[in-house]
């Protein structure tokens, strides 16, 4: 035996000792299920688990191990536990077979939703294709299925409408939610190039989703067919080289065709949620983070829908999703479909309940279910960020002195006094919040990127930033990937769970752009491209805008104001340094504009060190001078091997460099 093959085969006993110890630990997790249940304690405890995260995470470090990789594995496994609880709360597994209904047949993205939702409990699950949703539904209606799976959005395609008509006049409840990342492959009998397809069959909503894909298959026909898995098991029968489906790689496997092309959907981030229906409401322990959904009407005058909103706010009750659908036969009026974080079983939320009861004409409480969704990032990150407090901001009144009229309004505190925050991922930027975003100046390479995201996350970043097209003095210099980069950023903020920042450069670009990026970033070059400005004001995206290097604040301010002025509220500013006499430095830090913007704005403010200082020296001295006068976060450049960048290198920090940063950051105290 050679050494590869030795050690192949040390890899293959380490993945068995993995798979039992799983087996071993979900049976573990049976047993305390049923521990408790004799106790009569809650199911799932949030405090404990998050702590054990915290262990497991520190336990790891100390074997080399990093943090992301760790809270991944766990969180699957964590996960695992959790459905098996709820699925025993169902009375799953103790007794009989149970039947679960969904539209489509084996290996449509509903059955693979279904799978993933039953997953501790398939041996004791009978999964049944039916025709339509309605049928779906009906089925557990009738008693025919215990449960039932329907999609009911999609990240790209939005709300699918016939799923809510029919909860609307169904008898069923919700039990249950189950997100499923779907991704698309192209499929067909044989490898073969893609110009010699004829025709692609896939339900509507597929080919929808892969409209761009598709549009670059100039000989071929797009054509609707029932359901993905069909599409897929039709052209295994036609046996016909030309013909190809668009469905999942499980669909693929299961009727035998090849995959020519992986992830052709347009988005990259591309989800589709489904509802688990059962006949009757489950109850769900009230440690469990919880979401409950309900349907009403309200009467057709004036504010009535504000009231009955207004009480949810009264009651501090999160809504994550408000949709409205025509009532049937009545035109113009509509009923509501709600969706908020919290559990019927909360006394709060039923006197709320009870309260919006009398403030519509009717209410349908659909049922309260686990999340699905949990925050990704890893505790250690709030641990860390948890230890920084802001001062308090002073009125605007007092600011800066200056007390000529200014020019700008939208930006200005006159106008809105309250810091905004804007929301990314799991980040907020604003407000009392402390945001680090770094990564290179330049996406080079699948590796590079990866690498970065790899570190950011470790060291407790909460956005990956990376260029893509790069604005450089001298059109010789190296220029960007473009969307082959953007597509590498992405698909590495996928990865590590970190939201994207790039820059936008030209008008044209906009849109594509912010299809991939979660905030577009408008550079000091471009401070006062007001065409540029006002596209991105327009793109449904936050906006890093960077003070352009001969700009004032004032200037600085209107630059913002044109962005919010085509309708996008969502404007961050960064000081990245101005142009001065001086030229030791790249730029010069204008550290006293933090004070100044935050009293004349409420927008927040970030500070990027890395092209103020153009020097690695001094990267991490101008940082922590810049945490000190109060900016909502810091934008800095890394590279994993900075002698060998592309652009910028000078200035990138080293890793360790980047971690020691986030350590005298965040735990200031600590030496
Ligand atoms: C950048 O952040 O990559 C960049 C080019 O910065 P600036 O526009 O501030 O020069
Ligand atoms: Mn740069």
């Known amino acids: 035996m050679d050494e590869l093959d030795k050690i192949r085969s040390e890899i293959n006993s380490v993945d068995e000792s993995i798979l039992e110890a799983l087996a071993q630990r979900r049976k573990l997790a049976e047993r305390i299920v049923r521990a408790k249940d004799l106790l009569g304690t809650p199911l799932r405890d949030a405090m404990r688990e998050e702590q054990l995260l915290a262990d497991l995470i520190a336990k790891g470090r100390s074997q080399g191990l990093d943090a992301h990789l760790v809270t991944r594995v766990f969180h699957e496994i964590i996960d695992d ?3 098996s609880q709820q699925l025993h709360l169902l009375d799953y597994g103790k007794s ?30 009978l999964f049944t294709g039916a025709a339509t949703l309605e049928q779906v539904v009906n089925a557990v209606e009738d008693g025919d299925a215990d449960y039932g799976l329907v999609p009911v959005e999609n990240t790209t395609a939005g709300s699918i409408n016939e799923v809510y008509d029919l909860l609307s006049v169904a008898q069923v409840a919700i039990v249950g939610e189950e997100v499923l990342r779907v991704e698309h492959c192209l499929l067909a009998m044989e490898e073969m190039p893609l110009g010699q397809l004829r025709q692609v069959y896939s339900h509507p909503q597929a080919l929808a989703e892969c409209m761009r894909f598709l549009s670059k298959l100039p000989n071929c026909q797009a054509l609707p067919y029932a359901d993905t898995a069909m599409a897929v098991k039709k052209v295994k029968e036609e046996n016909d080289t030309g013909l190809a489906a668009i469905g999942s790689e499980e669909a693929g496997r299961l009727y035998g065709l090849k995959i020519l092309r992986r992830n052709i959907e347009d988005q990259p981030n591309n989800y589709t949620r489904f509802l688990v229906l059962a006949k009757k409401p489950s109850a769900v322990d009230r ?68 309260k919006l009861r009398s403030a519509t004409t009717s209410l349908k409480v659909l049922g309260s279910y686990p999340t699905e969704h949990r925050a990704k990032t890893s505790p250690r990150i709030e641990i860390l960020a948890s230890g920084f407090a802001q001062p308090e901001e002073k009125p605007p009144e007092e600011a800066s002195g200056r007390k000529e009229k200014v020019s700008y309004k939208l930006a200005s505190r006159e106008r809105k006094t309250d810091d905004t925050v804007i929301t990314v991922g799991g980040a907020r930027i604003g407000g009392h919040g402390f945001v680090v975003i770094a990564g290179p100046c330049a996406v080079e390479s699948h590796e590079q990127i990866f690498q970065c995201a790899r570190y950011v996350k470790e060291c407790g970043g909460q956005l990956l930033r990376g260029g893509c097209f790069k604005p450089r003095t001298s059109p010789y210099s190296f220029q960007g990937l473009g969307f ?11 990865e590590y769970d970190l939201p994207i920042v790039t820059e936008v450069l030209s008008t044209a670009d906009v849109d594509e752009v912010a299809r991939y990026a979660d905030v577009l970033q408008i550079g000091a070059r471009n401070m006062q491209n007001f065409s540029l400005l006002a596209e991105a004001g327009r793109a449904n995206r936050p906006v890093l805008l960077k003070r352009g290097m001969m700009s004032t604040m004032e200037e600085f301010l209107n630059a913002a104001e044109y962005i919010l002025d085509s309708g996008n509220h969502q404007v961050i500013l960064c000081e990245r340094g101005i142009r001065t006499f001086e030229t030791a430095t790249r730029n010069t830090l204008d550290l006293g504009s933090i004070p100044i ?16 200082a153009g020097r690695r020296d001094l990267v991490m001295p101008l940082a922590l001078a810049a945490h000190a006068v109060g900016p909502h976060g810091l934008i800095v450049e890394i590279h994993p091997d900075p002698e060998k960048a592309l652009s910028d290198g000078p200035q990138a920090l080293r890793f360790f460099e980047f971690a020691e940063l986030m350590r005298r950051i965040y735990q200031p105290l600590s030496g």
């Open 287 to 354: 440690r469990i983070p919880c979401k409950t959904s309900l349907i009403m009407a309200t009467s057709h005058e004036e504010g009535s829908l504000l009231r009955a909103l207004s009480l949810l706010h009264e009651y501090k009750i999160n809504l994550s999703k408000l949709e409205s659908r025509p009532i049937p036969g009545m035109p113009f009026q509509y009923l509501f479909y709600i969706d908020f974080e919290g559990n019927t079983a909360d006394p709060k939320v039923a006197e709320a309940l009870e």
């Open 484 to 494: 082959e980069g953007l597509r590498m950023l992405a698909e590495a903020g996928r």
């Open 81 to 83: 536990s959790v459905r």
């Open 597 to 612: 913007l935050k009293r004349l704005t409420h927008l927040p403010i970030l500070v990027d060190p890395s092209h103020a």
């Open 96 to 125: 009989d077979l149970k039947r679960v209904s969904f539209q489509g047949i084996e290996g449509a993205y509903s059955e693979l939703a279904g799978r993933k939702y039953f997953a501790p409990y398939l041996d004791h699950t």
